[in-house]
């Protein structure tokens, strides 16, 4: 991922053209910027515990996977223009929030231990 000069709609390195597809209507917003580093682009994958997007890291300026924690069935976006988001707590809802962001975050430095294999996406940051 890379920006594209003014007035370019096809990136010359992986042929996408800017805005030819929807995003799902449950992701971030294309060009969204996280805690003031990852510049959010398309969705790459999506499953029962996350959404995973690529992005661009603006400190370091380099391609990167952002991985969403958002679980199917617990949580929806406001609506689709807005990036924020409405959990379901009903019944056990708050414990199955925790225990989800828990895996979620065990799994992330699981992965980062495991940032000398080549084969496994080397994770840079958790939040």
Known sequence: MEELKEGVRLCPHCGYEQDSTAQPSNALNRNTILHGRYYIGNVIGQGGFGITYVGLDLVLDMKV???EYFPTGSVSRINSYSNE???????????????????????????????????????????
């Not at 895996?103 to 430095?109: D, I, P």
């Open 65 to 67: 996977a952002v991985k």
């Open 85 to 127: 988001i409405q959990w379901d707590f009903t019944g056990s809802g708050r414990e199955s929030w925790s225990d989800g962001i828990d895996r979620f975050l065990r799994e992330a430095r699981k992965m980062a231990k495991l940032d000398s294999v080549p084969a496994i996406v080397r994770v840079r940051d958790a939040f």
